[in-house]
């Protein structure tokens, strides 16, 4: 079982290796691919998006998304630990109906609002992705927490565990699956999202989808789409990688 496991493992750590390869290819090859899409898209005059670097592009969009969903795992998760603890469980409808209200609020809408405040660029990105990236962590955080079982948080408490000890030695990993879960699908949802970003003057992998689509030029869309497509795929597997790390430790 051991060595089946450890074949498993190699085997994903071989396919997380070669997404990475994949989209580092795609980002030093689409800037040469101009007689690709000029066989694909004969109708266009520029086939090609060249406006800015693709590699800085990638650049830009891994740092929103990666200091969005920071604060959003940081904000969620605190949020999730204080609506499962004493005084905090009696506001937790309050604050899953208003964290709700922020994830089926269009991106575009909390965009727009953010920008007569804070401008354009990214500042109003982030918010609208910290905003929008809140709930699968709250969510999952309220639930890896609940799913310990209540045997266990009593085992732990007759060991002469203080709840602090309990939530920490205990609650907490035995929840870190469920919550890491959560992490990873409000990461995902970012990385799609923020391509939107660009609509506001945030340089991201969205800048040629948003100029492709303004000039109906159909190669931009297909390049800007391609890279963020591409970067899902390799987030995902680094935490499917992960989450399996965490099941067999």
């Not at 750590?13 to 101009?34: I, S």
């Not at 909390?110 to 709250?138: D, E, I, M, S, T």
């Amino acid at each position: 079982m051991p060595r089946r496991w450890l074949t498993h493992r190699h085997h994903r750590l071989h396919r997380l290796l070669g997404a990475g390869l994949l989209l580092a290819a795609l980002v030093g090859y689409l800037p040469h691919a101009q007689p690709l899409f000029a066989a694909l898209f004969p109708q266009l005059e520029r086939p090609l998006y060249t406006q800015e670097p693709l590699a800085w592009l990638l650049w830009q969009h891994i740092w929103l998304v990666g200091v969005s969903s920071a604060a959003a795992v940081l904000l969620g998760t605190g949020l999730g630990l204080w609506t499962t603890r004493g005084s905090g469980q009696t506001f937790t409808s309050t604050v899953n109906t208003l964290v709700a209200m922020g994830q089926t609020v269009p991106p575009v809408a909390v965009l727009a609002l953010a920008v007569p405040v804070v401008g354009f660029g990214a500042l109003p990105a982030l918010l609208a992705l910290v905003v929008y990236g809140l709930l699968p962590v709250l969510q999952a955080t309220v639930s890896g927490l609940q799913s310990v079982p209540a045997d266990v948080r009593q085992a732990a408490m007759g060991m002469g565990m203080s709840p602090r000890q309990c939530l920490w030695q205990v609650e907490v990993p035995l929840a870190l699956p469920v919550w890491l879960a959560g992490v990873r699908t409000s990461v995902i949802i970012n990385i799609g999202t923020a391509a939107i970003a660009s609509t506001v003057g945030a340089k991201t992998l969205g800048s040629p989808i948003i100029v492709g689509l303004s000039g109906f030029n159909t190669a931009y869309v297909l390049q800007g789409a391609v890279l963020v497509a591409a970067l899902a795929v390799v987030v995902d597997m680094a935490f499917e990688q992960l989450l399996q790390l965490l099941k067999k430790g």
